[in-house]
């Protein structure tokens, strides 16, 4: 199994909800991340996970709060968004080490009304 | 500081004729390289990846890079295009010191002319 699973693959949300982004993948790897795609423009790195604990936060605003629950799944909570906040919102995982490739899953289409 | 460059945001080519993606790095250190392919609304699939193993790097669906340190770059070429290579194509580095970034070039619109 080389797949990393995300779901919801779309989502529309008002500036007030609270939702979660998901995310699982069963290919052993101790590495997970986060990454916000807007239109037209490369992925941006937004967290790492090593081990379970958050390694790299990009300065991601507040209104976004990873979690990794277990080696498996990670989270992404979303409180009170922007509209600006809207895009492809890309996780991925990979070993530790060196000359180790990131595995992306199909993303989450998020719209911010 | 690492970063990777791709130097041209768009490249059209007719089908069947070659491909070449063009991308440098700057690293303090041999990173590992990789190219990646993003069809329309959909994730990140790798196409190949340099690990210092060999310097010609094979991938998938007939693409293939080559590493060539004294020049900085690792472009990407295919021998004849065909219409599903019509994509956005991602070179990507990451540092031997922080193996766990993944830069982004900027990225490169393939088209592909029937």
């Known amino acids: 199994d080389t797949e990393v699973t995300q779901t919801p693959k779309h989502l529309v949300m008002g500036m007030t909800n609270k939702k979660s982004l998901k995310c699982e993948q069963h290919?052993?790897?101790?590495?997970m991340y986060w990454y916000k795609q807007k239109a037209k423009k490369p992925p941006e790195l937004m967290f790492v996970?090593?081990?379970?604990?958050?390694?790299i936060n990009e300065s991601v605003p507040s209104r976004f709060s990873p979690e990794c629950p277990n080696s498996s799944l990670l989270n992404l909570h979303l409180h009170a968004l922007q509209p600006e906040d809207s895009a492809l919102y890309l996780c991925a995982s990979s070993q530790e080490g060196w000359y180790t490739e990131a595995f992306f899953g199909q993303g989450t289409r998020l719209t911010v009304v | 500081a690492q970063s990777v460059t791709q130097l041209d945001s768009h490249v059209s080519v007719s089908e069947g004729t070659p491909v070449l993606l063009r991308c440098n790095y700057s690293?303090?250190?041999?990173?590992?390289l990789f190219w990646y392919v993003q069809h329309p609304n959909k994730g990140l699939q790798l196409l190949l990846k340099y690990t210092s193993a060999a310097t010609l790097v094979k991938g998938i669906n007939g693409f293939e890079a080559e590493f060539k340190k004294s020049e900085t770059s690792f472009h990407l070429t295919k021998p004849s295009a065909h219409m599903s290579d019509a994509a956005e194509y991602f070179c990507?580095?990451?540092?031997?010191?922080?193996?766990?970034?993944?830069?982004f070039g900027s990225g490169t619109k393939l088209n592909v002319k029937p």
């Open positions: 290919m052993g790897h101790r590495a």
């Open positions: 990507v580095v990451s540092p031997l010191d922080n193996f766990n970034k993944f830069y």
């Open positions: 690293s303090s250190y041999s990173p590992s």
């Open positions: 996970y090593s081990y379970e604990k958050l390694s």
